[in-house]
């Protein structure tokens, strides 16, 4: 499944768990990808590597980034409440 299959089924599952899919980014390479103004809300993005990546203005809320690189990521209006950042 590619990444924009991977976002489509999260938004769903946003709109009801029964259906959709979680996303999950657990130790994805992420490195310099434009998920600007993306729905992560509560998506597992632990150990990611976001090095570089353009979250500006995406919904990270209740994410899970624990050990997620983030070098360079620019989280500039991005919503980073409850976000794991163990």
Known sequence: MNLKE???NHV???NDENLGSRANLHGADLH????SGVNL???DL????LHGVNLH??????????GAYLH???LHG????????S
């Open 57 to 66: 203005g995406a919904d990270l809320s209740g994410a899970d980034l624990s």
């Open 72 to 74: 360079g990521a620019d």
């Open 41 to 43: 809300s509560r998506a």
């Open 12 to 14: 769903i599952w946003l």
């Open 32 to 35: 310099g990808a434009d998920l």
């Open 6 to 8: 991977i976002l489509e």
């Open 46 to 49: 632990s150990g990611a590597d």
């Open 78 to 85: 991005a919503d980073l409440s409850g976000v794991n950042l």
